[in-house]
């Protein structure tokens, strides 16, 4: 095809090449990047082979699915804020979701560098530097892949569901078909077009874009935009490797990190989206480093130039680390359990479990991923290392070196867990310990009209509606006037 590329050509531009966290590139282990480029190249084959309708009418099913979902844009981006809500947790209390369905993703990405805007990284000597940029490198490759693996989510209950209730059977059905089609198409093309394509593509014509911005917490943000504006640059600060003070700490003390993500279509908003919750690790991982060493590895790392070799490599990458994970005794029990419950329950039983197996499994790769983005602060090799274990699938390294994390992820689950756990049982608590107002015959002269009406909101608030429904009464019995 005339949009195909030699993989050697393609190869020799890959910047993974001469990372020492891959094997091939460090190490004595047989080349991870080859075996990639090897695996792609069948895959390939065996696309072309039995998908060549599918790419002959790959622009028929993007505008299909613009229409199928044409007046519907607005329902299917807060189904899918609750979604990542739900799959996420309390790992998501202080984040605020913008994710729309929407074409903004060009504008989006106007600020991101095309090219390095320093020496690159064969002009760089200083060994540190190297280091964070391929530690840095990695972080990103694993980021791209968990949002481009992302098919899975759109396949959940939770997702197929709720584009249903919105789209109506039928036409959700063949919605989410076109999307799961787009999905394999642009996999076919990442493997196949050359970085200098893919570049031009995302310049050009970008379907979807993330950025984390900071949010005022205040209700009335009109009044603290400056404070807003200069926690903004407080952030870009610390990637930037700039030490904050005491008063420029406490800007941060009210607002909360806001993920903003736009997509032309529901899949491209996932992909986005956990993207963007990825840079919630990395975005401070930064911080540690000087200023100047800092900027040099963003520019070496952070521009459209990287994101096609981030396309190529980062799904593989990110399975690779997935399934590695799923091996150590704890998560496979914990998948086994959970696995059971989807294969006995009755229908919406297996929804249900659905859903919380793959919530398990979001929120643990979440907190492995920044387990590893805060490894290496004094020597990023220490990372490298980690990575390098586990992409060449040394069993004594991984239960060595990896499998520590993987067990103080499934910890800081099973901690928060039990923690939301107790307070449930204490709200519980509180709930039978708070004394009833009881109507009587007789007007309670202690409580005014306003004193009754706070205690109605608070039962309300507390979801004691019995409670709140004797408030009701005795507001309407002592002042009918206010019914």
């Not at 910047?15 to 895959?43: C, D, F, H, Y």
């Not at 760089?124 to 980021?143: A, G, P, S």
């Not at 968990?146 to 997702?159: D, E, I, M, T, W």
């Not at 091996?327 to 929804?351: A, C, F, M, Q, Y």
Request: hydrophobic content about 35%; glycine content about 6%.
């Amino acid at each position: 095809m005339a949009i195909s590329k030699r993989f050697q050509d393609f190869i020799n531009e890959a910047s993974l090449k001469g990372n020492i966290g891959v094997p091939g590139e460090g190490g004595t282990e047989g080349s991870w990047l080859e075996n990639i480029n090897r695996e792609q190249r069948e895959k390939v084959r065996d696309f072309e082979r039995t998908n060549m309708g599918l790419l002959r009418n790959f622009g028929g099913i993007i505008e299909d699915s613009k229409r199928l979902q044409r007046g519907k844009e607005k329902e299917l981006s807060e189904l899918c804020q609750k979604a990542f809500y739900k799959l996420f947790g309390t790992l998501l209390d202080d984040v605020i979701l913008d994710l729309k369905i929407g074409t903004e993703a060009r504008q989006m990405m106007g600020g991101t560098p095309e090219k390095p805007q320093i020496p690159n990284l064969e002009r760089i000597v200083d060994e540190r530097v190297l280091n964070e940029i391929m530690k840095r490198k990695i972080l990103r490759t694993i980021q791209q892949g968990k949002g481009l693996n992302s098919k899975s989510l759109l396949n959940l209950p939770l997702f197929k569901d709720g584009i249903k209730e919105i789209l109506g059977e039928r036409t959700a059905q063949q919605y989410i078909d076109n999307l799961n089609n787009i999905v394999k198409v642009m996999a076919f093309f990442d493997a196949t077009l050359s970085e200098a394509q893919i570049t031009q593509a995302l310049k050009m014509n970008a379907q979807g874009a993330c950025d984390i911005k900071v949010e005022e917490e205040e209700k009335d943000k009109e009044k603290d935009k400056e404070k807003e504006k200069d926690a903004e640059q407080l952030i870009k600060d610390l990637e930037n490797g700039i030490d904050l003070s005491e008063t420029e700490s406490d800007i941060l003390s009210n607002v909360k990190s806001k993920i903003v993500a736009r997509g032309v279509d529901m899949g491209i908003l996932i992909h986005e989206s956990l993207k963007g919750i990825y840079k919630l690790a990395t975005q401070m991982s930064l911080e540690h480093l000087p200023e100047e060493i800092a900027k040099q590895v963003l520019q070496n790392t952070d521009t459209i130039s990287d994101e096609p070799q981030e396309f190529k490599y980062g799904p593989a990458m990110q399975k690779q680390f997935e399934s590695v994970i799923n091996t150590h005794p704890k998560v496979k029990s914990i998948i086994d359990n959970l696995t059971r419950d989807v294969l006995r329950g009755e229908k919406s039983e297996i929804s249900e479990a659905e859903n919380q197996l793959a919530a398990f499994q979001e929120q643990l790769f979440f907190y492995v991923f920044g387990y590893l983005a805060a490894l290496g602060k004094d020597d990023p090799k220490e990372m490298l290392k980690v990575v390098y274990s586990v992409l060449a699938s040394k069993k004594e390294d991984i239960e060595r070196l990896f499998f520590p994390i993987v067990s103080s992820s499934v910890a800081s689950i099973e901690q928060e867990f039990k923690y939301q756990q107790s307070k449930t049982q204490q709200k519980e608590i509180s709930k039978e310990e708070e004394p009833k107002v009881e109507p009587t015959d007789e007007p309670k002269v202690e409580f005014t009209l306003a004193e009754l009406q706070e205690e109605l909101d608070d039962a309300v608030d507390n979801e004691d509606y019995e409670r709140a429904s004797q408030i009701r009464d005795e507001i309407k019995k002592r002042f009918p006037e206010n019914k």
